[in-house]
């Protein structure tokens, strides 16, 4: 009965994994949408010739798109590179939880005080809402797989030095049954 447990709780774990990677990779698809929205957005002032938005604006706009790229590709690296270490690395985990706690700071910094060349922004909107819910479950799944490979690692030193110590003791056992039948033949 032991063992099934054991089984559920590795298949639940990898589930888990399985789940940090998929909301990674829709995240990064998601900054990739908005991206793309920012572009719809350049490419119809560009073709507009009422100056509807200053160079400034379109430069701002720009920016935006850029790191909305570099976040997307950031979160699908790390979503595949989570998918291919699953429970060998901790490297992925780590990853996505200082950039996510990063990224959703930034976003709190970006609401509330006027950071140079970004200003103060007002705009909150459901895709807003939808990456920080995200990125707040990638952090707390990431933080519950580290903790759990932690308590892997730990216990599998605890079965080595348990298997260690057996094997001391069988060959103690074994020393001394040699060393009683070598007396008995004296």
């Given amino acids: 009965m032991r063992e099934t447990t054991t089984i559920l709780t590795a298949h639940s774990k990898t589930t888990i994994v399985y789940i940090t990677a998929a909301l990674m990779l829709l995240t990064g698809a998601i900054y990739f949408y908005v991206a793309s929205e ?15 938005k200053s160079a400034q604006d379109i430069m701002a706009t720009t920016n935006e798109m850029i790191f909305f790229i570099i976040i997307g590709l950031g979160y699908i690296a790390v979503g595949i590179y989570t998918l291919e270490n699953t429970y060998r690395n901790k490297i992925p985990y780590i990853m996505a939880i200082v950039g996510s706690l990063a990224l959703i700071l930034f976003y709190i ?23 920080k819910v995200m990125q707040a479950a990638i952090v707390a799944l990431s933080v519950y797989i580290l903790v759990s490979l932690t308590k892997r690692k730990k216990a599998l030193v605890q079965i080595s030095e348990y298997d260690e110590r057996q094997s001391q003791a069988v060959d103690k056992n074994q020393k001394r049954n040699k060393e009683s039948d070598f007396s008995s033949y004296k």
């Fill in 38 to 52: 920012d572009y719809a957005d350049i490419s119809q002032s560009a073709h507009l010739s009422t100056g509807a």
């Fill in 109 to 131: 910094l970006t609401r509330t005080i006027n950071i140079p060349s970004i200003g103060i922004q007002d705009d909150v909107g459901v895709t807003d809402i939808l990456t």
